[in-house]
């Protein structure tokens, strides 16, 4: 077998392949710039909404709609994430032994304001169901009533019941039930297929520790997942130190994933690819260079959307010491497209470990 070859390339080959990478995504990213601009008439009218005053009122692009959700609701959770802080370092520092029990009455507290207490409720049945499910200690159970559960979200007549009996203030409303669904399915699955072989003495401890995991506030949303059995091992552990390293780096990761958001919030304003893309004769009619652009800025789009929208939430479960799973890397630096599934680009690392610790490490059978 050949030895690999570890010799690193001379500066000035390096150097070139930057500036040439670099200038190349650039051009090609300005010509769709101007697609867009020349093709504005041809664009669909209800992909824009009114930007920042600040700005003069510019057109925005909300054509991402998983961007444009999140973002909106973001303003809604806020003043929970940051009382999540706050309040958890109080009882963190003078009443320890109640962190658990803060986390779950704050978490329902936040969402019974943000969701509504019917949708909440519906969440926490769903909740009870796989806890009840996990002390019939059946695997196939476990996963038989999950799927069942996650059939519900592509079920017009369950759709139809919830709007019936759960007041929604609009779609999007909605939208958010069906969401935050789909995450807790992850979380209740992983929590039960730990607890059907768990045996311990105390099924209200149990009980507790199943629904403080699936609705802990900071992951609640958009994640990022941390199977059960990582959350409690982490949850339980030491409290790190507050040193002034340690405050400096959570400031500068929250403010780092800030600035991505405003980032991107920011360039909707002038750079209208996202619309562009669901106009399909302008695609046809693509040369390459604005093709290329066109594919280029909305890989790193999707990129930086997801460092944001798994980045904050991480950011927050750090002031708890949780240790969540990285962020994506930079999908420019990766060549092979089965890399996606490698080194953490988007959720790979999330499927992997569900993937890993709840079918082939448990197994169905």
């Not at 949708?119 to 009840?132: E, K, L, N, Q, S």
């Not at 552990?237 to 405050?247: A, D, E, I, Q, Y």
Request: proline content about 4%; glycine content about 4%; charged content about 15%.
């Amino acid at each position: 077998m050949a030895k690999p070859l570890n010799s690193p390339l001379p500066g000035v080959e390096v150097a070139f392949y930057i500036i040439s990478w670099t200038v190349i995504c650039f051009y090609s990213a300005y010509e769709t710039y101007l697609l867009a601009l020349g093709n504005m008439e041809n664009l669909n009218i209800n992909d824009f909404v009114y930007g920042w005053r600040i700005l003069g009122n510019r057109w925005k692009d909300i054509s991402n709609y998983e961007w444009h959700f999140w973002s909106s609701w973001f303003w809604e959770v806020l003043p929970w994430y940051c009382s999540h802080i706050l309040l958890g370092r109080l009882v963190e520092r003078f009443n320890f032994k109640y962190k658990k029990a803060f986390f779950l009455v704050h978490s329902f507290t936040a969402l019974c304001y943000v969701m509504g207490p019917l949708p909440v409720t519906y969440m926490a049945a769903h909740v009870f169901i796989m806890f009840a499910a996990s002390q019939l200690k059946s695997v196939k159970l476990v996963w038989c009533l999950s799927l069942a559960l996650l059939s519900g979200l592509n079920i017009s007549a369950v759709h139809t019941l919830q709007k019936t009996y759960m007041t929604f203030t609009n779609e999007e409303h909605f939208y958010l039930l069906l969401f935050t669904s789909a995450m807790m399915n992850l979380r209740y699955t992983s929590a039960a297929m730990e607890f059907v072989n768990k045996k311990s003495d105390s099924k209200w401890k149990d009980c507790f520790d199943f629904f403080t995991y699936c609705f802990y506030l900071p992951l609640y949303f958009t994640g990022p997942l941390l199977t059960y059995d990582q959350f409690e091992q982490q949850i339980n552990g030491p409290v790190k130190t507050w040193t002034v390293s340690r405050v400096k780096y959570l400031v500068r990761e929250l403010m780092r994933i800030l600035l991505w958001a405003a980032f991107l919030e920011f360039i909707l304003h002038f750079y209208y690819f996202n619309a562009l893309a669901f106009d399909l004769h302008a695609v046809r009619s693509m040369n390459r260079w604005p093709l290329g652009g066109l594919g280029w800025s909305q890989g790193q789009f999707f990129h930086v959307k997801y460092v944001v929208m798994f980045g904050l939430p991480a950011v927050i479960s750090k002031f708890d010491s949780l240790n969540p799973p990285a962020q994506p890397l930079c999908i420019s630096r990766i060549y092979l497209y089965s890399d996606m599934w490698k080194f953490r680009c988007w959720k790979p690392v999330i499927l992997e470990q569900q993937l890993r610790n709840l079918v082939f490490r448990q197994g169905i059978v």
